[in-house]
Nanobody, 124 residues
Framework: QVRLVESGGGSVQAGGSLRLSCVVS???????MAWFRQAPGKEREGVAT????????IVADSVKGRFTISRDNAKNTAYLQMNSLKPEDTAVYFC??????????????????WGQGTQVTVSS
């Protein structure tokens, strides 16, 4: 059974940094991965995605220059490094896996598996 487990969330002040991790188990880890976030009362939005071997990444305009996505396939883990955090980054962050690696990167319905989410809270 495929399972995704996020960690690394927490509470920080504006300008701070956090590093989220997503460990994948139950699957040979060679698929497109992505991070999404969802704030209260808002739709889930794509934050960043990374290709199966890590050669291609896309980052949403709202976090470009501040967030970096990476992966370590030997550890079955994807990461989201978040720097210069802002209060508007407050949300539950989810990692997701697309078995086909061929969908629209920021369309949540294209992803087959999801983690349980980790809360990120940024105070001003």
């Amino acid at each position: 059974q495929v399972r995704l487990v996020e960690s690394g969330g927490g509470s920080v002040q504006a300008g701070g940094s956090l590093r989220l991790s997503c460990v994948v188990s139950g699957y040979t880890y060679r698929s497109q991965m992505a991070w999404f976030r969802q704030a209260p009362g808002k739709e889930r939005e794509g934050v960043a995605t990374i290709s199966p071997l890590g050669g291609m990444t896309i980052v949403a305009d709202s976090v470009k220059g501040r967030f970096t996505i990476s992966r370590d396939n030997a550890k079955n883990t994807a990461y989201l490094q978040m720097n210069s955090l802002k209060p508007e980054d407050t949300a539950v962050y989810f990692c997701a896996l697309d078995l086909s690696s061929g969908g629209t990167w920021d369309r949540a319905s294209d992803y087959n598996y999801w983690g349980q989410g980790t809360q990120v809270t940024v105070s001003s």
